[in-house]
């Protein structure tokens, strides 16, 4: 993939990370939560792909440990907190990248 369309596709992968960010505002109810965890993690593991075939495995790494294996029998509002700040610590290091290119 050329350098353009690499950086259009990283703004992309941050930008989704930023409306799953905004999407936890909405969440009401442990199934509303469900559905959110399963975007992140889809998210977690698009943007890891992509990574890793760009970058290598070391920067997809840093994004991948962002997926949690929080609890789901516990209560939503609890884990939730964990979780945006997981979705943060994985646009850090899309930001980091982003600010490299």
Known sequence: MDSAREDLALSEHIQRGQHLIRAAGAIGSQD???????N??????????ALERWRGEEVAHSVREAAS??????NWQRILP?????????????WLLAERV
């Open 82 to 94: 964990d979780e945006i700040a997981r979705v943060r610590q994985a646009l850090g290091a899309l």
């Open 69 to 74: 294996r929080s609890d789901f029998a516990a």
């Open 32 to 38: 509303d939560f469900r559905v959110w965890r399963a």
């Open 40 to 49: 992140r993690n889809t998210w977690i593991w698009t943007t890891s792909e």
